[in-house]
């Protein structure tokens, strides 16, 4: 009796390499592709014809974009998230939610095992096996590329000898898209010095002229753009759309990987990036300054335990709720110049403005103190300072 087994199923060489072996060996393999962005109707029946040729039973691609948005990049635009202070989690943020609609997939038809194709290098080896031995610590993870320590090479092999015959090198540049970005790797990422040439980013320079948009949020969620209302989902497709024909969002990330060797990636995320620098502009307008300066903290370990593969854990939960409750009052409109390679925040407007005339202006005047009251809360206010330099002078 055959063994049910599902597998994360993207179409490349490795998920391949991965369908034919393990039909060969005997398994009933069901493949399965999460569509998180990026996907055209054209390009997932190509992969669906491909995984039948590849010896899958069944064929099955879910649509995860709204759960994807509701689940991580709500709350990474909330946290104005970006690691190292450059790169959106375009495509770390991606893998949890992938993985949580496999197993459940997997858990739905009963299959006793589940595969992937990740190798024993980089970080997508621990985010999926994680994920699975969580949520479905019953159904055994098989992986076939880290457990033989493969090269590709042996891989192409090994289809060409089950007459799977396929454009399988190499393509220059690996690019992998999804709502919130795009990364793009190279020869030159494998490097420190190199940056990635104009040719390398999937979007080109197509506009010269500055465009206005304006983006509106409601308790800090992208509700309209250009006073056009739609899901968040949607507004961030629609943004992306603009921003990218300016090559706006591009920048090559630094960073450690969960593995502990450091590591190197192109991206390109337009909407993501100008969503951030937006969002956190009208946060500066809305929120206390103690509000903002937990906010700072409180969204970098939220963002570090999301790349780490810790969505699982409950304290995620906790920060999400801290993060809710802090976009109360982040409504309004913030105003936006697409430029070519670039963008500028112009200025917001909302009723949830603290920077309100009535209670003065900063440099110029106030109204809501005299002179001998300024005086004497700068003498209080210092006493610390003035007693430290005083005892130990």
């Known amino acids: 009796m055959s063994k049910k087994l599902v597998i994360a199923y993207s179409g490349g060489l490795d998920t391949s390499y991965c369908a034919v072996s393990l039909s060969k060996a005997g398994y009933d393999v069901h493949a399965v592709s999460v569509n998180t962005g990026g996907f055209s109707d054209e390009e997932i029946k190509t992969i669906e014809g491909n995984a039948y040729k590849m010896g899958v039973s069944t064929y099955k691609n879910i649509d995860a974009i709204a759960s994807y948005y509701d689940k991580v990049i709500k709350y990474l635009v909330f946290g ?79 289809l060409k000898e089950n007459g799977i015959e396929a454009s399988w090198e190499k393509a220059k540049y690996s690019v992998n898209k999804g709502l919130w970005g795009t990364s793009v790797g190279g020869e030159e990422t494998l490097t420190s010095e190199k940056p990635l040439p104009e040719t390398a980013y999937p979007s080109q320079l197509k506009h010269t002229e500055e465009e206005k948009v304006t983006l509106t949020f409601l308790k800090g969620e992208l509700v309209a753009v250009n006073g056009i209302k739609n899901n968040p989902e949607i507004n961030i497709e629609v943004l992306n759309n603009s921003a990218s024909a300016y090559a706006i969002g591009r920048d090559i990330h630094v960073g450690d990987t969960i593995v502990g060797i450091k590591g190197r990636v192109g991206f ?73 390679y670039h963008f500028t925040v112009d200025g917001i407007s909302s009723k949830h403005d603290l920077m309100n005339a009535k209670f003065g202006s900063y440099g110029e005047e106030n109204k809501g103190w005299t002179a001998e009251e300024a005086k004497g809360f700068i003498k209080i206010v210092g006493n610390q300072n003035k007693i430290y330099q005083q005892v130990n002078s």
């Open 80 to 158: 104005n998230v970006l690691k190292n202070n450059t790169y959106p989690l375009s495509v770390s943020a991606e893998r949890i939610i992938q993985a949580i609609e496999i197993i459940e997939y997997a858990k739905s038809i009963d299959a006793e095992y589940i595969a992937h194709g990740s190798t024993g290098a980089g970080n997508d080896q621990v985010r999926f096996d994680m994920i699975f031995q969580t949520l479905a610590p019953h159904i055994k993870i098989i992986t076939p590329i880290r457990d033989g320590s493969l090269t590709r090479q042996q891989e192409i092999d090994y």
């Open 268 to 340: 390109e995320a337009a909407a993501a990036l100008v969503i951030i620098k937006a969002h956190h502009l009208l946060e500066k307008h809305t929120l206390t300054k103690w509000q903002l300066q937990h906010k700072d903290y409180m969204s970098n370990f939220y963002g570090m335990h999301l790349h780490e593969g810790q969505y699982l854990d409950p304290v995620m939960r906790d920060m999400e709720a801290f993060l809710q409750s802090s976009q109360d009052k982040v409504s309004g409109d913030v105003f936006v110049t697409l430029k070519p």
